[in-house]
């Protein structure tokens, strides 16, 4: 395989077989790409096809002349190595932690009886995690700290110790986390936290990520706009988090070209003018840690829809150590869903972009929460008497929790409404049908609410007149 950003802001990945019978590959000099080390690579015609690099990389990641071809036995884990993330202290202080999947109970007791142990390793500094079901977890990935950073353009090592032949940790458990590049790392933007961008994915204009730099960032370029939010505290300096954003058309060639070589050059990531991502419409999701789980214990179908820059989609779905490609129809897709986990993403494999899909049981609950919707006159909602004419009326959520909420319309739409304070605003939404309204507690588990409005009957007008 390899990936070919035949347009400017686009890509998408090919097969060596699709090149094989044409006699020439005219304008794929500069375009054809290694899915895994992000270096040029080039066609040639031997057997059934093969992309073949201009240099050898190392380094940056492993066994990239093995997994190119796609032929690599590895999981996905074992391709993409463990997540790092950014995430929310306090005021202005952030912290970086590498994010673990989490193992059965068998797996940690199994560790646990033997002595595992992780070891993180960037150079000369180290840090060490016992594994335990105290602080491992079973139900959702285990975020471990880290306070150093390797050399720039390195990945963190990382060792599991005593887990010879326990096969669910190293399948599960990487041996390397991406490392930053010369000038930093671009972080997605989330609520509190954000998962790092891997090494070859990329960035789209309009939308907000933080930056993580050694010193204060002044950006190069004016389309790219950079505000200082906060800091990171090592044991060896510091680092600055900004708030970045990319401002940029492909209508102008030239600036989008140069903006998109910089980010490339400088944080290793590429310029996309589409974000590749899927949206679950149904069932709805709760999002805990770096997961989505389905509300419903008994889902096994996930409809999506699909964002992509490239005409048809490519949506991939990973199950063990296997991949399949799925149908796109209309820019939506049906994702199966019959074990604990499963992943997928749109037109890249192996890229870091991968969305994780996990059941998880839900438990009862102590806290009493409290919701209400009302209309613009601050009347709240008769539950009672809930149809789709009342609830079109509401303007205002009233809350005392996070919450999410998912708005059902006709037609089998559905929109999302994140809600993060005491009163949020109602988006204007024709023909609401149903409300779902997800909550989690604690990150450990989540709770449902579902309530579907009555159809309101139309009003007969009696003709009074003799």
């Not at 999981?75 to 059965?104: N, T």
């Not at 891997?198 to 010193?215: A, C, N, Q, W």
């Not at 102008?252 to 310029?271: A, I, Q, T």
Request: with cysteine.
């Amino acid at each position: 395989y390899a990936v070919d950003r035949y347009i400017l802001g686009h890509e998408q990945e090919v097969t060596a077989e699709s090149f094989f019978q044409l006699s020439s590959i005219p304008g794929r000099k500069d375009h054809l790409f290694c899915p895994e080390c992000g270096e040029p690579v080039f066609f040639r015609a031997k057997g059934s096809g093969e992309f073949c690099h201009y240099k050898r990389v190392d380094g940056v990641s492993p066994e990239c002349d093995k997994r190119v071809d796609g032929r690599s036995g590895l999981s996905l884990y074992e391709r993409i190595g463990l997540p790092v993330y950014i995430v929310h202290d306090v005021g202005e202080r952030y912290c970086l932690g590498i994010s673990f999947p989490p193992l059965s109970r068998q797996t940690l007791d199994t560790a646990t009886r033997r002595k595992v142990y992780v070891r993180i390793i960037a150079r000369d500094q180290e840090c060490k995690f016992g594994v335990s079901p105290i602080l491992f977890s079973a139900s959702q990935s285990t975020l471990l700290p880290v306070n150093f950073l390797p050399p720039a353009g390195e990945n963190y090592v990382v060792k599991i110790q005593n887990a010879v032949s326990i096969a669910g940790i190293t399948q599960k458990w990487a041996g390397y986390a991406d490392g930053f590049e010369f000038d930093g790392a671009i972080f997605h933007r989330g609520e509190g936290s954000g998962r790092k961008i891997h090494r070859g994915d990329g960035i789209s204009p309009g939308k907000k990520y933080y930056l993580v730099t050694e010193r204060p960032y002044t950006p190069r370029y004016p389309e790219i706009c950079a505000e200082r939010i906060g800091f990171i505290r090592l044991e060896r300096g510091e680092l600055i988090v900004s708030r970045l954003t990319v401002n940029v058309s492909t209508s102008n060639v030239v600036r989008y070209s140069l903006v998109n070589d910089y980010l490339r050059s400088k944080f290793g990531v590429w310029l996309l003018e589409t974000p590749p991502e899927l949206t679950t419409l149904w069932p709805p999701t709760v999002l805990q840690q770096d997961a989505q789980i389905p509300v419903s214990l008994s889902t096994r179908k996930l409809y999506c829809s699909v964002s992509s820059g490239n005409d048809t989609p490519t949506v991939y779905c990973y199950s063990g150590n296997s991949v399949s490609q799925l149908n796109v129809l209309k820019s939506g897709v049906i994702i199966p869903f019959y074990g604990s986990e499963i992943a997928a993403s749109v037109d890249r494999k192996y890229v870091g972009r991968e969305i994780f899909y996990r059941s998880t049981l839900q438990s009862l609950h102590s806290f009493s929460y409290k919701v209400s919707l009302e209309d613009r006159n601050g009347y709240p909602l008769d539950w009672k008497n809930f149809t789709q004419d009342s609830l079109a009326t509401i303007s205002t959520i009233k809350t005392n929790a996070k919450m999410e909420l998912t708005i059902g319309c006709k037609g089998n739409s559905y929109q999302h409404v994140t809600i993060r304070g005491d009163i949020t605003p109602m988006p204007s939404i024709e023909h609401p049908e149903a409300i779902y309204l997800g909550i989690k507690e604690n990150d450990d588990y989540s709770i449902f609410f579902y309530c579907h409005a009555q159809e309101t009957l139309p009003v007969v007008q009696l003709d009074l007149n003799p």
